[in-house]
């Protein structure tokens, strides 16, 4: 124990978020079982380590982190490192890659059934489904979703400067006065092109290619996220780099189905398992007409965020893809996003329709007095045109 003792030690030391995530404050930290999923990237282990940091310290040994890449767990069940930290006086395990243990959920059923005391904050990929398919504890665990930096987080971590954030209806009923509130303090247009490029992912602090890491990263999601937790088979890996390329090089628009089948040589069906996987995994968004889902065919499919889109393909990125893949992965947190099949147009939550339009081309644009317009290439809005950048604050 005492090896794992100090390295928690020395993680938690070192650790050095940027800032404190929004996440922090949606999480019930009185239940006994967390589990907080999110793709790779997102800063999932610095979250834990912070949160000892804040809470413990370095040195107390109430509190534990523990990745269980560790070899350790090669010969150990989690259970009996559980009981061994309980009985030093242990209050908090905070476990990392809890996929890496084959019978992770029954283990941990069986430490929150022992061990009364004993909180358990652990983390998991995006695309595990912790309640749907785990019964042993889906009635006991807290699920929640670390998401990438939003463009609010982004300018605090840039700029020192921090806002709070907004619902969607504030943004939409009072957008004016919250965006002369934003410009008296800084200017997003100064900050919003690079977050688009290279401010979702925090690793863009790291002294490192953002581009060449952002491409490791999405390899990683593909072969470890999507292939060892989805259980398949390795042979399968090539066929999903390619659909996942011609999702990307195609992104914004309606995915031809049986082409993709014929390209990737599958069958339709495998096609759609894939591209769930795909979303599941934060590689990509999938939007449907009003009222459908998953296994009906998408109208669009666009990349998860404004970043891959210049990683994958940077030559070739269109302005207007990239501002409606930032207004799309912004509205997902909270909000389900719909387009009818052959329309401009979004359905957001069902009912309000929105459009992405290029405020220097709105004058030619026919308005529609029951939609809500996010513009770009403008700081300020006015009456329902809202400045895009603006749905990066709602978290």
């Given at each position: 124990?005492e090896a ?6 020395y993680l ?5 978020a940027?800032?404190?995530?929004y996440l922090n404050d949606e999480?019930d930290?009185?239940a006994?079982?967390?589990g907080?999923?999110g793709?790779?990237?997102?800063g999932?282990?610095?979250f ?8 413990y ?5 109430h ?7 560790n ?8 259970v009996?490192?559980?009981g061994?930290?309980?009985e030093d ?13 084959p019978?992770?959920?029954l283990?941990l059923?069986?430490?929150?059934d ?13 695309v ?25 987080e ?8 921090y ?9 939409i ?13 800084v ?9 688009l490029?290279?401010?979702f992912y ?10 060449e890491?952002?491409?490791?990263t999405?390899s990683?999601?593909?072969?470890v ?58 590689l ?9 889902q ?5 109208t669009?499919i ?11 393909y ?10 409606e ?23 957001i939550?069902?009912?309000t329709?929105a ?8 004058t ?6 029951n ?9 300020v ?15």
């Amino acid at each position: 124990m005492e090896a794992f003792y100090r390295t928690h030690k020395y993680l938690v030391e070192h650790v050095n978020a940027p800032l404190r995530r929004y996440l922090n404050d949606e999480i019930d930290w009185s239940a006994r079982l967390i589990g907080i999923k999110g793709t790779r990237g997102v800063g999932k282990t610095t979250f834990l380590l912070q949160y000892a940091k804040d809470n413990y310290g370095p040195s107390n040994r109430h509190c534990l982190y523990v990745n269980l890449n560790n070899f350790y767990f090669q010969g150990h069940t989690l259970v009996e490192f559980a009981g061994r930290f309980v009985e030093d006086g242990g209050q908090v395990l905070l476990i990392d890659q809890v996929f890496k243990m084959p019978d992770w959920s029954l283990q941990l059923r069986q430490c929150y059934d022992m061990y009364p005391s004993l909180q358990i904050v652990f983390t998991g990929s995006s695309v595990m489904r912790l309640k749907e398919e785990n019964p042993e504890i889906g009635g006991i665990v807290k699920s929640y979703n670390l998401r990438g930096l939003s463009f609010r987080e982004y300018i605090a971590v840039q700029t020192g400067e921090y806002f709070p954030s907004y619902s969607l209806n504030d943004i939409i009923e009072n957008h004016e006065l919250i965006v002369r509130q934003v410009l008296t303090r800084v200017s997003p247009s100064v900050h919003f092109k690079n977050y688009l490029h290279h401010g979702f992912y925090p690793f863009f602090l790291e002294k490192r290619n953002y581009s060449e890491m952002l491409l490791k990263t999405m390899s990683m999601m593909i072969e470890v996220d999507i292939l060892v937790i989805k259980q398949i088979e390795l042979k399968y890996l090539t066929r999903i780099k390619k659909l996942f390329y011609d999702l990307a090089t195609n992104a914004g628009k309606a995915p031809n189905i049986s082409k993709l089948a014929l390209d990737v040589e599958t069958s339709r069906a495998t096609v759609m398992n894939y591209i769930k996987n795909l979303a599941d995994a934060r590689l990509i968004n999938i939007l449907h007409p009003v009222d459908e889902q998953y296994p009906k065919k998408p109208t669009k499919i666009t990349l998860h965020n404004s970043n891959l889109l210049y990683a994958i393909y940077p030559i070739n990125v269109e302005q207007q893809e990239v501002m409606e893949t930032f207004a799309i992965n912004s509205l997902w947190k909270d909000h389900k996003v719909s387009q009818p099949a052959h329309d401009k147009h979004y359905i957001i939550d069902g009912e309000t329709k929105a459009r992405i339009i290029d405020a220097k081309k709105i004058t030619k644009t026919r308005l529609d007095a029951n939609t809500v317009y996010f513009r770009y290439n403008s700081e300020v809005g006015a009456g329902s045109q809202i400045p895009i950048w603006l749905l990066g604050f709602l978290y």
